[in-house]
């Protein structure tokens, strides 16, 4: 799925936004290995993944920290924090939104057809800066 992505500013993450976050996740205060990141982008209601991150990320604001309580699955690939209850620890440090969700101009259609130009079939106002993302 393809998605026109503008960085917002001035206000809370909202479901749909893509959070650009950095994360570390903890339990019982130690720091639980491979469960850490830098900018790493979520799209926020669309189950990529934990639920309580995605709702935790909610009302958030660029710059902002949060620990998040987060319960591991019983079957979660680290066998030391499954079925625990642990803390993952977010900062965001940039939101984005879908502009083609907040009634920007958006491409309707992209037709590629081998040995032949790409053509867009979109509106005819000019569209802001933005970010191309491949995202699934």
Known sequence: RQ???QTVEGRAVR???VVILDYSGSLEGHPIPG???TKVSIEVGNGQSFPEIEQGLVGMEQGSTKVILVQFPEDFRNAAVAG???QCRVVVTEIKENVASVGEPQIDQIALVKGQPLRFVATTQVIPDFTLTDYQ
Do not use: H, R, S
């Open 3 to 5: 998605a026109i992505l």
């Open 15 to 17: 479901e749909g936004d």
């Open 35 to 37: 469960f850490t990141g």
């Open 84 to 86: 625990k209850v642990g």
